[in-house]
Nanobody
Framework: VQLQASGGGLVQAGGSLRLSCATS????????VGWFRQAPGKEREFVGS????????NYADSVKGRFTVSQDSAKNTVYLQMNNLKPEDTAVYYC?????????????????WGHGTLVTVSS
């Protein structure tokens, strides 16, 4: 399974970015694709996730109402739309895939990880 995150960059506070995760993960089954982020000097944390066969999504409280995870099954791509960005959203963002995830917010449940993409939000 391969994952490739892209779309990071520099944006001003209040702006928007859309990250993409191109994946070879099949659309059937119970695969979950999640987004995580790691800010400088901090541990990696859950951002959001989507279940490929049912489109069920989960979000961290810190991004609810601002971030949206979606997917384009035909393109095997998962997106993270980030609106109203804040300086504290600055981090390297990673996408990951889990064959089966009971709790998609748990990092250890993910089997495959892509390289991160840097998002920098200026104040």
């Amino acid at each position: 399974v391969q994952l490739q995150a892209s779309g990071g960059g520099l944006v001003q506070a209040g702006g928007s970015l859309r990250l993409s995760c191109a994946t070879s993960v099949q659309t059937f089954g119970r695969y979950v694709v999640g987004w995580f982020r790691q800010a400088p000097g901090k541990e990696r944390e859950f951002v959001g996730s989507i279940r490929r066969n049912g489109f069920q999504t989960n979000y961290a409280d810190s991004v609810k109402g601002r971030f949206t995870v979606s997917q384009d099954s035909a393109k095997n791509t998962v997106y993270l739309q980030m609106n109203n960005l804040k300086p504290e959203d600055t981090a390297v963002y990673y996408c990951a895939a889990a064959r089966r995830a009971v709790n998609p917010k748990t990092e250890n449940e993910y089997d495959y990880w892509g390289h991160g993409t840097l998002v920098t939000v200026s104040s």
